[in-house]
């Protein structure tokens, strides 16, 4: 198979306007990545899945990515003109101090997707697409229509993360209920209250069945019933 | 009982054969309590080879699984309940007809198993319908399901057909329809039948 590189190029060159960017794996697996912009991601899709050196005509895996505002807190290093009393003299001196700044990196869902090539037995080619945030701006185009695979796990990604994906034939919830609110498999989701009943309690679990206790114990006090 | 026993033996060696009412009928309904055949999960697989040649569930005359809920006795909640599938499992146990019993099988069944903290499965079925007998195990064995049957068969046999502990086929003001749950935006509303299930008290 061509290196990520060589992929990268040949999408660049066939599609005009894709911006593609390769994101680097740290972890001893070391396989690079394809992130891709939604504007043009239909056209390099259908470029990987019909292109006779590429030929990714099978897409094995979709997955989505839940990546929460992460906190950043760097020391900078500030000059700022500090008065001074020296030797009875007010001065105005240059002083170097350091001070931690903290920003916050906004998050946003990730889709990712492994597709390999049966015809010339290569791959896996790992895509990926980002949404703008984490709130509103969850859309992210559909790959159903260049792959039919992607079909029930896009609707997975959606049920679980709240990735709304544009042109997708059929996108609904797939395994909670058509009711249902939340969004399991993201970071800050709130599981229902139901700690009542724990017999044997550890770690994590016995944390939240005692705040369950002090919710329950706290609405007794103030008679608030049940 | 108004014949006594030895004497009842007396009269069975003369070819005399005495029984009560209450006898004949719980032998009638403990003979032959056909289960439903429905299964959730992998314990599903252990009810299956348990009513095979090898265990043969037939020997306590439930060998019938009845494929609709109006001609079952017995539900085997077998395997873990999903949130999305407790409103239909209650709904199932609501169209079958009294009298009716239920074996809570595996660990899943019973308290929601190594799911028990996920967001998506029911903590226990007994917060929404009554269980006769629960079965721990993951999964429980062939020998475990058919422990709790022959346990259902002695409860059965066990049951008085008057007075307070009467079964509940035979008591007009017991219930026999259990409120279905309904899916919410969070989770299952209400998230247990507190005519059924209240939190147990945990001594240590």
Known sequence: MKTVDEIKAAIEAAVSGAAVTIVPNPSPAAQPSLLIGHEHAAAVAEFLRDAPEMAFDYLSNVSGVDWPDKEIAEKVKVTRQVVKTMDGVEQTVDETVEETRKRVEPGYLESVYHMYSVALQHGPLVLRMRTANRTDGTEMPSLTPVWRGAEFQEREIFDLYGIVFTGHPDLRRILMWDGFKDFPMRKDYVEPDDFEYEPTPHDDVLKRAQTHRAVVDAREQTGGGQ | ?204
């Open chain 2, 1 to 204: 009982m108004a014949v006594d026993n030895e004497l009842k033996i007396e009269l069975g060696k003369q070819g005399i054969f005495v029984t009560t009412i209450e006898e004949l009928y719980n032998w009638g309904r403990r003979s032959s309590v056909w289960p439903m055949q429905f299964g959730l999960a992998c314990c599903a697989i252990e009810m299956i080879a348990t009513t095979m040649a090898r265990y043969d569930l037939a020997r306590f005359g439930a060998e019938v699984f009845r494929p609709s809920p109006r001609q079952a006795d017995l539900m085997i909640i077998s395997g873990t309940v999903t949130k999305k599938m407790a409103p239909q499992v209650v709904r199932l146990y609501n169209q079958m007809a009294e009298p009716k019993y239920v074996i809570a099988m595996g660990a899943c069944a019973i308290s929601g198993g190594p799911f028990k903290q996920g967001y998506n499965v029911l903590k226990g079925i007994d917060r929404y319908i009554p269980v006769d007998v629960h079965i721990p195990g993951c999964p429980p064995r062939p020998e475990a399901l058919i422990q709790a049957f022959m346990t259902l068969q002695k409860k059965i046999d066990g049951q008085s057909l008057t007075g307070e502990d009467r079964p509940r086929h035979l008591d007009a003001e017991a219930p026999c329809e259990f409120p279905v749950p309904e899916p919410g935006e969070h989770d299952l509303e209400p998230s247990s039948n507190p005519g059924v299930w209240t939190v147990p008290v945990v001594i240590r």
